[in-house]
């Protein structure tokens, strides 16, 4: 378990603690480690009672919980509270925008036990009534409830990559003479998956007799003489389909592409041979070689065709990081710790910082006196690191009207502002739009941080007009962020041709708030690449002397 499996776990206990009305200041201490537990530094698995007990606001009686947790998956508090509440009552838990006091009232007052009942209830208008409810809360729960439906049985890429690439790695020790590639949306490294599949040039009987040796792991669902099913293990299902050697190469360059991709090359009315490579099958059609992320039926057919497929972005190309967090907001490692992390282990030329704005007290964001305090710091650090460099950056919280939340005499010493939205999203179009607009006019705007705030899977984030929004950046000198968080990947990659069209740079930023964060960085590549993004396209594949001179015409030209 991961440090912050450990904390929601905790987390959790206090929840249900809250739930069942116990003493307040027993939740509020599990709240408390909870946090205290996501902010450690190491890995608290691997950790002694004794190591543990030494951090602050960790006690002997903590640490004795997580280690318990850790070797039984729960601890005695927990156990006690979830073997009395009912699987629904739990589930209603992770809905957003139910607490356990709503929850409560739910369970006890309206007699509601399921998410199924629950989304009826809410159909039948019956929560408006109810204590600490009303209409705009019933509309809200029904339309996370409706969300979470519609994404059963999808998966972030990001998260199951691991679990997928040591199955396969199995497969390919424990038979060796034998081909297992990944292919379909995963080999396009599509950002949710819901099935991960796998050619293999193995007779599937074998295949299966392998898997049934560790059917405790990986269960077979399905076994017949094309395809095995497998139930990964709290993960998506795996399909394994046999190609025979000589036709591998076909199968694997059909079953990669999207149907979109697909039906494009069948209009192309030429017979797909079985060649020994998909660069010769791509030239025997008249088409210069597509890769796997671009296999989505969008323009690559047409890039192909006048031999135009662009040179796509690779983690190589990166020469900094930015947007960035610490210890002062609400990161996990110090600026310092941060910023040796991209330099020694990521072998970077620079280190943008963007702690959180003043507004955003939920995160500790910097008040005026923290801002100089920093920038402070960043001083001495650049003399020590030299010629490695820290830029001074904030993410500044775009408001409710579309203003940044420091005035003109602070934004202008920052190096660059990102800014971005992280309060008051429930928006229509219109609105969010417009107030995206308002901060992207706003001279001191750089980069326009996750431009719609969704949480992948969780949450949908507000509709904006994308056109509108990138000919603003475009019109503004405003770049555009591709946030590399696995949960985000914001902007999406259906429009980043959009804004290369129209003269618009990405930023490939990991919003990271550890140092192991900035390895985010490869998913935010992997939707650049599917977006056609290549490096002259990204800011930050910019040298260090070039985007220091990028940073200072900008602000000449702003006047600022």
């Not at 206990?13 to 902010?39: D, V």
């Not at 969010?432 to 001191?444: G, S, V």
């Not at 969704?454 to 770049?479: F, M, T």
Request: with cysteine; aromatic share 8%.
């Amino acid at each position: 378990m991961d440090n912050k499996a450990i904390a929601k776990a905790f987390k959790f206990c206090g929840q249900l603690m809250e739930l069942y009305n116990e003493n307040t200041f027993r939740s509020k201490n599990m709240a408390t480690a909870s946090y205290k537990i996501e902010k450690l530094s190491f890995p608290a698995a691997e950790s002694t009672v004794e190591e543990l007990s030494a951090s602050p606001g960790i006690g002997k009686s903590t640490a004795e919980k997580i280690i318990k947790l850790v070797q039984t998956g729960a601890f005695d508090d927990l156990d006690s509270y979830l073997s009395k509440t009912p699987k629904g009552i739990l589930e209603m838990l992770s809905i957003k925008g139910l607490g356990p006091k709503k929850v409560q009232v739910l369970w006890r007052d309206l007699e509601i036990e399921t998410v199924g009942e629950l989304l009826y209830a809410c159909n039948e208008n019956r929560l408006v009534q109810a204590k600490g409810f009303g209409l705009k809360t019933q509309e809200e729960i029904r339309k996370a409830i409706e969300f979470s439906n519609a994404n059963q049985g999808l998966f972030l890429y990001a998260k199951v990559e691991a679990q997928a690439e040591a199955f396969r790695r199995h497969l390919q020790t424990s038979i060796p003479d034998a081909q297992f590639e990944f292919t379909g949306e995963f080999r396009r490294k599509c950002e949710i998956v819901s099935v991960i599949e796998l050619l293999s040039s193995a007779p599937l009987e074998h295949v299966a007799s392998l898997l049934t040796a560790i059917d405790a792991v990986y269960p077979l669902e399905k076994n017949d003489n094309d395809t095995i099913i497998v139930s990964g293990e709290q993960g998506p299902k795996y399909e394994i389909k046999h190609s025979p050697s000589d036709r591998f190469v076909l199968d694997l360059f059909l079953t990669t592409a999207s149907p979109a991709h697909l039906e494009k090359l069948h209009q192309l009315n030429k017979e797909i041979l079985p060649l020994t490579t998909e660069q010769e099958i791509y030239n025997s059609l008249g088409l210069q070689f597509i890769p796997p992320e671009l296999r989505e039926g969008l323009q690559e057919i047409d890039w192909s065709l006048e031999k135009r497929i662009p040179s796509l972005i690779s983690f190589a190309d990166l020469k900094g990081s930015l947007h960035n967090h610490s210890t002062y907001s609400d990161g996990v490692h110090s600026l310092e710790q941060m910023a040796l992390y991209c330099r020694n282990n990521l072998g970077l030329e620079y280190f943008g910082i963007c702690d959180h704005s003043k507004t955003a007290v939920y995160a500790q964001g910097l008040q005026v006196e923290r801002v100089q305090q920093q920038w402070d710091e960043i001083t001495q650090l650049n003399l020590q690191l030299a010629p490695f460099k820290i830029f001074k950056g904030i993410e500044s919280d775009i408001l409710n009207d579309g203003s940044l939340d420091y005035d003109d005499a602070i934004l202008s010493q920052f190096d660059f502002v990102v800014a971005s939205i992280h309060s008051n999203i429930r928006m229509d179009e219109q609105k969010a739009t417009e107030r995206l607009i308002t901060a992207i006019e706003n001279p001191y705007t750089t980069i326009l941080g996750h431009p719609t705030a969704r949480l992948l899977l969780s949450r949908a984030g507000y509709p904006i007009d994308y056109k509108k929004v990138i000919d603003a950046c475009a019109a503004n000198q405003v770049v555009i962020e591709i946030n590399a968080n696995p949960l985000r990947l914001d902007l999406d990659w259906r429009w980043h041709q959009y804004a290369i069209q129209k003269g618009v740079l990405l930023s490939i930023n990991p919003d990271a708030h550890r140092t192991e964060g900035l390895l985010d960085m490869k998913y935010g590549i992997h939707v650049a690449r599917k977006g056609g993004v290549s490096s002259e396209n990204c800011l930050n594949t910019f040298s260090l002397p070039r985007i220091e001179s990028f940073f200072n015409n900008r602000k000449a030209k702003k006047s600022i």
